[in-house]
Each structure stands twice: as structure tokens, then as C-alpha cells.
């Protein structure tokens, strides 16, 4: 089939630093052009470090009524890649050919005014999308029916609450109808019922045979809507394919490895603790079926403490505080109450005690712990904030079509019972 | 342009394997038949710096101009106590000082006219050339949200912004009506010039003013030579005084600046005086140069926008 995006090689420099002579004030301009002509020469060609290629050598091609995913890490150029299909930024090499309208939800909301009321930021925001006047008040009701904001369309969007304002903004964009539609990110916003509408628009989208380029972090999302997937890393494409495989490799290298990740220190002078302990290793290991995958909510995993007892005749206990990504603690856990050790002195020598956590109790994200020794169960002795993290992601298709990570900073699976109690 | 022989030529081979696997594998419903244009309706290639203006973008967005331009008038006037009364407020105030100073103290000459209607029949196109490019000059700038976030023809925010002044030209010039009545004067058929040097200012206040726009991305200077270079434009066009107040030979020098012919215009139309043709022409011409140096200027500068604001 004939395709309806075409890449050719694209490119985008950027430079950074002190060479971005693009933006500074008139007087640095002429000063440097007072200069020698070589020294400009040079400085425009800049060094290596200041110049940042966000996309290079770019090359695949979208057939009509594709969805096709672009995933990658933070700066693999993914978004540069949609600044650029959606002429908001020029390539600095290479080409692209659109066959069809071009719309983009970059970020949605875009242009809105806060003095403005909602009717009116309808019409003005319609038209920044490209939208014309008659178009915007043909489909004004259906508009306003998807935001679910009638009774508040004459109020400025300054009064709005961040969710309706999101509401109303997604709802004028997703009544485009453009033959190729760029998505950047939106379902990071928003609550689940409305993602859920989101998602539900973009599946009409791509069933009414549009074609759309959708980029995102949210795996679950990319693997249920999009059936090829781009994976981006330093400007390229690393792989194109079907979006299951791409997606798991992308996962595997990014988030796996038998040990999820590890801190040893074999000399014991140099381990950090205190003349009554030391620390040997800490690890995260994963005790799934497939010890190389990645960590999802499902796999069970263990974190591991070695140290070193140096009293003999004491008793001591490893107790971990585990922090997600907003430093929150998710729980503690303590060794305290373990079978061997947990009523005995232990002897001078290393330990290693083993924290067993079980599938379908972590939350999506990355999370770090910090290591308490504990002396006879009451005093810390030693505090070590382990530089050992972890990713927990998502692979999983809900049913339930939320494909956001739930709030709360654990997600346990538990087992939940309903009765009838009577008839009415 | 060979796009479609190249179509099947060019494509890399793993994304084509990459979708043919996935065909096979996943079994979707068959999709709608596409008809796909021949030729791109968009190529996307850096460096198109010397062409022109692209009026057929700006035709398909002319609605957006509309919507900018109802924006702009909309919220000026939001959370003000006095509204558009402003429009008013702003060119009444400093004809009456103007008046009093100029006319009566200073005893600045006026063709004849009453100093009063003289004064507002130059602060009206003044008022309005001023606050279009100081407002124009900014709106680019102002706009960085959106020119990093959407594509659309760029040069529709600086334009909009020349739109809403001339709603503003519109409401002040309604005091001028009661003020000619008052003073007894009539209008003539030159009065059928008006539209022609109203669009005149609108075209030269468009032209610096998206040039100075497209400057200000650049360079933020911009934002504070902007007032300066207002002020001291309006003492080098006739706006206190007539064109008549210097002397023959100097004349022609004060015709180079646009402003000139073209304030000088406004009140040979309203108060049926003789044209100055040739300064007024002069005048077009320079609109025009300047119109057409900012065009591409801008369009030069245009590419940049989204990468240094």
C-alpha cells in the first residue's frame, strides 16, 4: 500500500550552551560580527558537546489507517520527531512527506484564554487547531456533549478546575478530523473516566481508517492501541515492528537483567557501617519465571542485604523503608521477626538476610529503599540510603480500560467477596 | 516530482518486513479504502528560506486571523472598570492637552482647521499606527505557547494584532463625527479617500510591525527600543503640526517617512483640502518596500521561531 507518511533521513540539530548564538541580544550579535570572520566561522560550526542531534538519519514510512507507536527513552527524540511532522520546528536535514490533513495533540488546551469563557475558547481553539468557523459551529454540540462542561460554558476558563479545563481542551481537539492524527502524551492527564473516553476517540479514530503517530511512556496503552511500534533511541530508529515484540525488548533492555540492580563492596574496610557493622551487598533479584525480564506488577522479587556482624553476641536486623518516586514510604518491613535469628545472638561473621516480596503488591514506577541495621530490636545502629533502585512496570491489558498507573503508592491484588442481601 | 515511482523504491527494508509480519500476525478488520493524494499535500524540508509568503496557508487559516483578532479586541478590555471607553479615552486626552499646549499656548500653526479637530484627526491614524506595531511587535513573543505547541502560518499573530487595532481606529474615530459637527465642518467627495489611506496605515503598520515582531524573537531588545522608537516617530510626523509648518525645502525630507503623507492624508480627506499627491504616493511606495522587505525577512526568520523562543 501507498504510504501516507513518508520519512527520509530526516535530521534535527540543536545547539546548545553558549553557541546558541541564535537567541541573545542585538549587541552580542554585532560584537561578533565585529570579530574576525574565522573566529565566526568557528563558532558556528561549534564542538561536538554543543551540538545535540535530536533526531538523525530517520527513515520508515506509515500506510493509511496505521496506528503506530513511538516509544523511547526521555530525549530519544520522539517528540522531536512530532515537533517536526507537524511543522511546528524545520528538520535541519532530510525529508517528509504528508499525503493528508496534519493535526496534532501535542499538548492539548493550547491557546486556550483564560479570560475567556468555554464557548468562547471553543471557537478560538478550534481555529489555532486549524479548525474553520463553520466547522467549529457545526460540530459545537457534539463539542460540548464530550466535555460534559454545559453548565459552565459561559464561565471564564480562568474559574475552571484543571480537570475541566482538560476536559474541554481534549474535547475540541479530539473533534479534528484530520487523515493523520500526531498524539504526544495525552493520557498522562485527566481522571479514568475521562481517559477512558480518550482512548475510546482515539479507537474511533483509527476505526474510521485514520491514521495515527502516537508517543508515549505508557507501554499498556502503545500495546493495546497500536499494532507497529517505533522505537527511538539517540535519534534513530533502534527497532520497527510488531508492537508486542518491540515493546517487550524495549522493556528488556531498558528495565531488565537477572539482578535488577546491585551495590557490593568486597573490601570490608571500604563498606560503609560502623565498627559494630558493615554492609556486604544489597541487591534486587527477580524471582519470576523468565529472572531476565523486567519487574512488572505481577513478578515477585526480593531484595537482598549482606553485612558483616562485627560484635560478636549481638542481635541485629535489617529493616527497609521503601520509597517510590515521589519519596513516599510505601511500606517497611524488618527482618526482625524472622525464624532463625530473631530470638539469638548472632556471632561475629556475614549475613545475608533476604526480604521475599510477592507479585501483585508494588505499584508502576521507580522505587529505591533505604537499609536499617537494627541492635536488640530497638536501637538503629546504621542507616544506608541504597543507591540499588528499581523499576516496577505494567504489561498487563486491563480489562477494567484504565490505562493509567492507579493512584496509591502500592497496588496488592486482594481478594474480594460480594452477596446479594436481599431483593427489593 | 517522482514521489510515486519512488514510493515503492525507497522504503527501507525493515519496516517493510516489519509490516508485512505484523499483517500476518495480527488479524484486524479490513481498513477503509484510502484515497491518497499523488502529490504530498505536505513536504517538510529545512532551508525553503527565499520563498514567499505562502497565501494559500494563510487563505486556509483566515478564520484563525478572525478568532485572533476577536481575542485580542475581547480581552483588552476584560476586568476594566472603563472598557472600550479606553479606545476613546487614550486620543480625546491627548488632544485636549495637545490643544492647549500646542494650540493655544505654543500657538502651533493648523491649514486653517480648528486646532482641536486638527490634533484628533492626526492622532487617529497616530493612535493607531503606534499601539499596532507596539502591540505587534510583541505578539509573537507573547504567543511562544503557541507557536511551540501548534502550526499554523506564524504571520497571522502579528497581523491580528494590526485587527484589533483597527477596531479600536474604528471606535475612536466615532468622536470625530460630533467633533467635526461642532466645528462646522462638512465632508466632500474626498472623504472617499478615507477607506484608501486607512488601509494604508493598516498595510505599513503590518509591515513593521511583523517585522519588528520576527526581530523581537531574536532579539528581546526589541521590546524596549519598541516605545522609545514610537515616541520619537510621532515627533517626526505631523501630527502636532502640519506638514506646512516647515519649509518648502525641507519638506520632501519629512514625505520620507511614511506617516507623513499618509496622516497628512486622513485630514485632506475629512476636511476636503487639496492632496499632497506625491508625498502621499511616496508614502505607498514605502509601505509597499517595507511591506515586502518584512515579508521576507520574516518569512526568513520564521523557521527559527519554535527553536529560540
Same mark, same amino acid.
Given at each position: 500500500m501507498k504510504p501516507i507518511v513518508r520519512v527520509e533521513k530526516l535530521a534535527k540539530r540543536y545547539r546548545l550552551g553558549k553557541s546558541e548564538a541564535a537567541y541573545g541580544t542585538l549587541r552580542e550579535s554585532i560584537v561578533e560580527a565585529m570579530r574576525m570572520p574565522f573566529q565566526r566561522l568557528r563558532a558556528r560550526n561549534g564542538s561536538a558537546a554543543e551540538i545535540l542531534w535530536a533526531l538523525r538519519d530517520l527513515t520508515f514510512i506509515v500506510e493509511p489507517g496505521e496506528v503506530v507507536g513511538v516509544i523511547g527513552r526521555n530525549g530519544a527524540g520522539k517528540s522531536t520527531l512530532l515537533k517536526v511532522l507537524s511543522r511546528i520546528t524545520e528538520p535541519t536535514l532530510g525529508r517528509a512527506e504528508l499525503y493528508g490533513r496534519v493535526a496534532s495533540l501535542l499538548e492539548v488546551g493550547t491557546g486556550f484564554h483564560p479570560e475567556l469563557t468555554g464557548r468562547e475558547n471553543i471557537y478560538l481553539n478550534g481555529a489555532i487547531l486549524g479548525m474553520r468557523k463553520t466547522e467549529i459551529a457545526r460540530k459545537f454540540d457534539e463539542i460540548v456533549a464530550f466535555s460534559d462542561l454545559e453548565k459552565f460554558l459561559?464561565?471564564?476558563?480562568?474559574?475552571?478546575?484543571s480537570g475541566m479545563y482538560m476536559r474541554l481542551a481534549f474535547a475540541v481537539a479530539s473533534h479534528l478530523e484530520p487523515e493523520i492524527l500526531l498524539v504526544d502524551e495525552?493520557? $498522562?492527564?485527566?481522571?479514568a473516566a475521562f481517559q477512558k473516553k480518550c482512548l475510546g476517540k482515539m479507537g474511533d479514530v483509527a476505526k474510521e481508517g485514520r491514521t495515527v503517530i502516537f508517543v508515549s511512556h505508557n507501554m499498556v496503552a502503545v500495546q493495546s492501541l497500536c499494532r507497529r511500534v517505533l522505537w527511538l533511541e539517540q535519534g534513530k530508529v533502534l527497532e520497527n515492528g510488531p508492537a508486542g515484540a518491540v515493546v517487550s525488548n524495549y522493556l528488556n533492555k531498558s528495565f531488565g537483567g537477572g539482578v535488577a540492580s546491585e551495590e557490593v563492596w568486597p573490601d570490608l574496610a571500604g563498606a560503609p557501617g560502623n565498627d559494630e557493622v558493615r554492609l556486604h551487598a544489597v541487591r534486587v533479584r527477580n524471582k519470576g519465571t523468565?529472572? $531476565?525480564?523486567p519487574l512488572t506488577m505481577k513478578t515477585p522479587f526480593s531484595i537482598e542485604v549482606e553485612y558483616w556482624n562485627l560484635q560478636p553476641e549481638t542481635q541485629l536486623h535489617v529493616t527497609l523503608h521503601v520509597y517510590t518516586e515521589?519519596?513516599?514510604?510505601?511500606f517497611t518491613t524488618g527482618s526482625g521477626l524472622e525464624p532463625i535469628w530473631s530470638n539469638r545472638p548472632q556471632p561475629a561473621g556475614l549475613f545475608r538476610s533476604i526480604c521475599h516480596i510477592p507479585g501483585d503488591l508494588m505499584n508502576v514506577g521507580r522505587h529505591r529503599f533505604s537499609v536499617l541495621v537494627v541492635k536488640n530490636k530497638s536501637s538503629v545502629i546504621y542507616r544506608h540510603e541504597s543507591a540499588v533502585t528499581f523499576e516496577i512496570v505494567d504489561l498487563e491489558e486491563r480489562t477494567l480500560s484504565w490505562y493509567g498507573r492507579e493512584p496509591g503508592v502500592v497496588q496488592p491484588a486482594l481478594d474480594w467477596t460480594t452477596e446479594q442481601l436481599g431483593t427489593l | 516530482m517522482d514521489t510515486t515511482t519512488s514510493a515503492t523504491q525507497d522504503t527501507p527494508d525493515s519496516t517493510r518486513t516489519a509490516a508485512q509480519v505484523n499483517s500476518s500476525q495480527v488479524v484486524r478488520p479490513a481498513l477503509p479504502e484510502h484515497n491518497l493524494p499523488d502529490e504530498p499535500l505536505v513536504i517538510i524540508k529545512p532551508g525553503k528560506s527565499w520563498g514567499a509568503v505562502d497565501f494559500h496557508d494563510l487563505w486556509a487559516f483566515r478564520d484563525l486571523f478572525y478568532f485572533l483578532t476577536w481575542r485580542d479586541v475581547k480581552v483588552r478590555?476584560?476586568?476594566?472598570?472603563l472598557g472600550v471607553a479606553w479606545a476613546i479615552i487614550q486620543p480625546l486626552f491627548t488632544m485636549m492637552i495637545f490643544t492647549i499646549f500646542f494650540g493655544r499656548l505654543a500657538g502651533v500653526p493648523s491649514d486653517n482647521i480648528p486646532y482641536p479637530v486638527f490634533a484628533y484627526a492626526g492622532l487617529l491614524p497616530w493612535t493607531f499606527f503606534a499601539n499596532a506595531i507596539s502591540n505587534s511587535g510583541n505578539s509573537l513573543v507573547g504567543s511562544a505557547n503557541l507557536i511551540t505547541k501548534v502550526y499554523f502560518p506564524r504571520l497571522i499573530i502579528p497581523a491580528a494584532a494590526i485587527g484589533a487595532g483597527l477596531v479600536d481606529l474604528a471606535i475612536s474615530f466615532l468622536v470625530l463625527i460630533p467633533l467635526m459637527i461642532y466645528y462646522g465642518i462638512t465632508l466632500t467627495w474626498s472623504a472617499l479617500m478615507f477607506p484608501v489611506v486607512v488601509f494604508l496605515t493598516a498595510l505599513l503598520a503590518l509591515g513593521v510591525g511583523m517585522w519588528l515582531s520576527a526581530l523581537n524573537v531574536k532579539y528581546r531588545d526589541v521590546r524596549f527600543a519598541l516605545p522609545f522608537i514610537v515616541q520619537l516617530w510621532m515627533f517626526v510626523s505631523p501630527v502636532i503640526y502640519p506638514a506646512s509648518f516647515l519649509p518648502q525645502r525641507f519638506r520632501w525630507l519629512l514625505a520620507l517617512n511614511p506617516m507623513t503623507g499618509i496622516i497628512e492624508g486622513y485630514r485632506s480627506s475629512l476636511f476636503g483640502r487639496a492632496f499632497d499627491w506625491g508625498a502621499l504616493a511616496l508614502s505607498a511606495l514605502i509601505t509597499l518596500a517595507v511591506l515586502v522587505y518584512a515579508s521576507y525577512a520574516f518569512h526568513r526568520m520564521e523557521r527559527n521561531f519554535a527553536d529560540i523562543i
Amino acid at each position: 500500500m501507498k504510504p501516507i507518511v513518508r520519512v527520509e533521513k530526516l535530521a534535527k540539530r540543536y545547539r546548545l550552551g553558549k553557541s546558541e548564538a541564535a537567541y541573545g541580544t542585538l549587541r552580542e550579535s554585532i560584537v561578533e560580527a565585529m570579530r574576525m570572520p574565522f573566529q565566526r566561522l568557528r563558532a558556528r560550526n561549534g564542538s561536538a558537546a554543543e551540538i545535540l542531534w535530536a533526531l538523525r538519519d530517520l527513515t520508515f514510512i506509515v500506510e493509511p489507517g496505521e496506528v503506530v507507536g513511538v516509544i523511547g527513552r526521555n530525549g530519544a527524540g520522539k517528540s522531536t520527531l512530532l515537533k517536526v511532522l507537524s511543522r511546528i520546528t524545520e528538520p535541519t536535514l532530510g525529508r517528509a512527506e504528508l499525503y493528508g490533513r496534519v493535526a496534532s495533540l501535542l499538548e492539548v488546551g493550547t491557546g486556550f484564554h483564560p479570560e475567556l469563557t468555554g464557548r468562547e475558547n471553543i471557537y478560538l481553539n478550534g481555529a489555532i487547531l486549524g479548525m474553520r468557523k463553520t466547522e467549529i459551529a457545526r460540530k459545537f454540540d457534539e463539542i460540548v456533549a464530550f466535555s460534559d462542561l454545559e453548565k459552565f460554558l459561559d464561565t471564564p476558563v480562568k474559574r475552571y478546575s484543571s480537570g475541566m479545563y482538560m476536559r474541554l481542551a481534549f474535547a475540541v481537539a479530539s473533534h479534528l478530523e484530520p487523515e493523520i492524527l500526531l498524539v504526544d502524551e495525552v493520557l $498522562a492527564v485527566g481522571d479514568a473516566a475521562f481517559q477512558k473516553k480518550c482512548l475510546g476517540k482515539m479507537g474511533d479514530v483509527a476505526k474510521e481508517g485514520r491514521t495515527v503517530i502516537f508517543v508515549s511512556h505508557n507501554m499498556v496503552a502503545v500495546q493495546s492501541l497500536c499494532r507497529r511500534v517505533l522505537w527511538l533511541e539517540q535519534g534513530k530508529v533502534l527497532e520497527n515492528g510488531p508492537a508486542g515484540a518491540v515493546v517487550s525488548n524495549y522493556l528488556n533492555k531498558s528495565f531488565g537483567g537477572g539482578v535488577a540492580s546491585e551495590e557490593v563492596w568486597p573490601d570490608l574496610a571500604g563498606a560503609p557501617g560502623n565498627d559494630e557493622v558493615r554492609l556486604h551487598a544489597v541487591r534486587v533479584r527477580n524471582k519470576g519465571t523468565d529472572p $531476565a525480564a523486567p519487574l512488572t506488577m505481577k513478578t515477585p522479587f526480593s531484595i537482598e542485604v549482606e553485612y558483616w556482624n562485627l560484635q560478636p553476641e549481638t542481635q541485629l536486623h535489617v529493616t527497609l523503608h521503601v520509597y517510590t518516586e515521589h519519596e513516599i514510604i510505601a511500606f517497611t518491613t524488618g527482618s526482625g521477626l524472622e525464624p532463625i535469628w530473631s530470638n539469638r545472638p548472632q556471632p561475629a561473621g556475614l549475613f545475608r538476610s533476604i526480604c521475599h516480596i510477592p507479585g501483585d503488591l508494588m505499584n508502576v514506577g521507580r522505587h529505591r529503599f533505604s537499609v536499617l541495621v537494627v541492635k536488640n530490636k530497638s536501637s538503629v545502629i546504621y542507616r544506608h540510603e541504597s543507591a540499588v533502585t528499581f523499576e516496577i512496570v505494567d504489561l498487563e491489558e486491563r480489562t477494567l480500560s484504565w490505562y493509567g498507573r492507579e493512584p496509591g503508592v502500592v497496588q496488592p491484588a486482594l481478594d474480594w467477596t460480594t452477596e446479594q442481601l436481599g431483593t427489593l | 516530482m517522482d514521489t510515486t515511482t519512488s514510493a515503492t523504491q525507497d522504503t527501507p527494508d525493515s519496516t517493510r518486513t516489519a509490516a508485512q509480519v505484523n499483517s500476518s500476525q495480527v488479524v484486524r478488520p479490513a481498513l477503509p479504502e484510502h484515497n491518497l493524494p499523488d502529490e504530498p499535500l505536505v513536504i517538510i524540508k529545512p532551508g525553503k528560506s527565499w520563498g514567499a509568503v505562502d497565501f494559500h496557508d494563510l487563505w486556509a487559516f483566515r478564520d484563525l486571523f478572525y478568532f485572533l483578532t476577536w481575542r485580542d479586541v475581547k480581552v483588552r478590555y476584560k476586568q476594566t472598570v472603563l472598557g472600550v471607553a479606553w479606545a476613546i479615552i487614550q486620543p480625546l486626552f491627548t488632544m485636549m492637552i495637545f490643544t492647549i499646549f500646542f494650540g493655544r499656548l505654543a500657538g502651533v500653526p493648523s491649514d486653517n482647521i480648528p486646532y482641536p479637530v486638527f490634533a484628533y484627526a492626526g492622532l487617529l491614524p497616530w493612535t493607531f499606527f503606534a499601539n499596532a506595531i507596539s502591540n505587534s511587535g510583541n505578539s509573537l513573543v507573547g504567543s511562544a505557547n503557541l507557536i511551540t505547541k501548534v502550526y499554523f502560518p506564524r504571520l497571522i499573530i502579528p497581523a491580528a494584532a494590526i485587527g484589533a487595532g483597527l477596531v479600536d481606529l474604528a471606535i475612536s474615530f466615532l468622536v470625530l463625527i460630533p467633533l467635526m459637527i461642532y466645528y462646522g465642518i462638512t465632508l466632500t467627495w474626498s472623504a472617499l479617500m478615507f477607506p484608501v489611506v486607512v488601509f494604508l496605515t493598516a498595510l505599513l503598520a503590518l509591515g513593521v510591525g511583523m517585522w519588528l515582531s520576527a526581530l523581537n524573537v531574536k532579539y528581546r531588545d526589541v521590546r524596549f527600543a519598541l516605545p522609545f522608537i514610537v515616541q520619537l516617530w510621532m515627533f517626526v510626523s505631523p501630527v502636532i503640526y502640519p506638514a506646512s509648518f516647515l519649509p518648502q525645502r525641507f519638506r520632501w525630507l519629512l514625505a520620507l517617512n511614511p506617516m507623513t503623507g499618509i496622516i497628512e492624508g486622513y485630514r485632506s480627506s475629512l476636511f476636503g483640502r487639496a492632496f499632497d499627491w506625491g508625498a502621499l504616493a511616496l508614502s505607498a511606495l514605502i509601505t509597499l518596500a517595507v511591506l515586502v522587505y518584512a515579508s521576507y525577512a520574516f518569512h526568513r526568520m520564521e523557521r527559527n521561531f519554535a527553536d529560540i523562543i
